[in-house]
């Protein structure tokens, strides 16, 4: 079982940066593909990037492209989510999500975190 912890959520104004960072608890992740979800109120879950097990890899929703950067250091067994230009319209629940296996792109995750909450301001 992966016990997964986001933090670094917050209140920001519009064009500003966050980072989120998501660490497991009681398991290393460094051969697991990791991504970032988001869900708005009253939307549905919506997928923001992966990245694969070594790093090597990575895929942007259209929506966060250019904006968003996901990375992960696994010798602190943790993930990152780097978010600038910050719009109102990013505000949610960010969640990260975690799975082993092939493709390292395939967007059905096993686990999932609790979830922190991003407010964009405007």
């Known amino acids: 079982q992966v016990q997964l912890v986001e933090s670094g959520g917050g209140l920001v104004q519009a064009g500003g940066s966050l980072r989120l960072s998501c660490a497991p608890s009681?398991?290393?992740?460094?051969?697991?593909?990791m991504a970032w979800f988001r869900q708005a109120p009253g939307k549905e879950r919506e997928f923001l990037a992966v990245?694969?097990?070594?790093?090597?890899?990575?895929y942007y929703a259209d929506s966060v492209k250019g904006r968003f950067t996901i990375s992960r250091d696994n010798a602190k067994n943790t993930v990152y989510l780097q978010m600038n230009s910050l719009k109102s319209e990013d505000t949610a629940v960010y969640y990260c999500?975690?799975?082993?296996?092939?493709?390292?792109?395939?967007?059905?995750?096993?686990?999932w975190g609790q979830g922190t909450q991003v407010t964009v301001s405007s």
């Open positions: 999500a975690a799975r082993r296996g092939s493709p390292w792109n395939n967007l059905s995750f096993d686990y």
């Open positions: 990245i694969s097990w070594g790093g090597g890899n990575t």
């Open positions: 009681g398991r290393a992740v460094s051969n697991y593909n």
